[in-house]
């Protein structure tokens, strides 16, 4: 782990993969084979279990759950109380009928987000989905389904309800497959691969 890592006293970081320029504030926990990037922020109260492999300037407010599993590329929000999970159909380990199922890594689900997503404050994201890069997830979302880039997501379950740019504003309707942000600029095209930057 680099010198140039900050971890508060009341934090336990148990992995040595931080990157440079990476905070860790009280009461965090971050696990043995965890591995964040450079720059990062690890808010109060997060729990980041081994496994998990976090990117470069990624943001991770306070009470966030991250579990082996999640992959977060670089530049990405992580909401406060924002909840990963990584097991479609959960049971105690413990209980005798499923010891087996739990013998093996083959249970484990398996979550991406992709680089300058957003994801809003208490949202549940449901294990192997992928969240597209620089979404936008509305606050208290239920992520049950992929998450196309740049797609503004929410609700119960999330749905996409239009589309944002890299900047985080709302982008207009699509004309003739193409639009341009209003505050910066940038253009999109919608394609059948989805929607992508560019004239």
């Keep these: 782990m680099s ?3 900050f971890v508060h006293p009341q934090a336990i ?5 931080l990157g440079v320029g990476t905070r860790v504030w009280a009461f965090a926990h971050v696990c043995k084979e965890a591995t964040l990037g450079a720059n990062c922020n690890v808010g109060e109260g997060c729990y980041i279990e081994g496994g998990s492999r976090i990117g470069d300037r990624v943001t991770i407010k306070n009470g966030a759950m991250i579990w082996e599993g999640v992959t977060i590329a670089d530049d ?21 009928a499923v010891v087996e199922r739990y013998a093996s890594k083959g249970w484990l689900g398996h979550t991406q987000v992709g680089r300058g997503a957003s994801i809003g404050a208490n949202t549940t994201i449901s294990c192997g989905v992928s969240i597209g890069e620089f979404a936008m997830v509305g606050a208290g979302a239920m992520i049950t389904a992929d998450v196309p880039a740049y797609a503004l997501t929410f609700g119960n379950p999330a749905r996409v309800r239009g589309y944002v740019c890299m900047c985080g504003t709302k982008l207009p309707s699509f004309r003739n497959g193409s639009t341009r942000c209003v505050a910066c600029s940038l253009r999109y095209r919608k394609t059948a691969k989805g929607v992508v930057t560019g004239e």
């Design 3 to 5: 010198s140039n890592v």
């Design 13 to 17: 970081v148990e992995s040595t993969t």
């Design 76 to 96: 990405v929000f992580v909401g406060p109380g924002v909840v990963f999970t990584n097991d479609l159909r959960p049971r105690s380990p413990r209980f005798a």
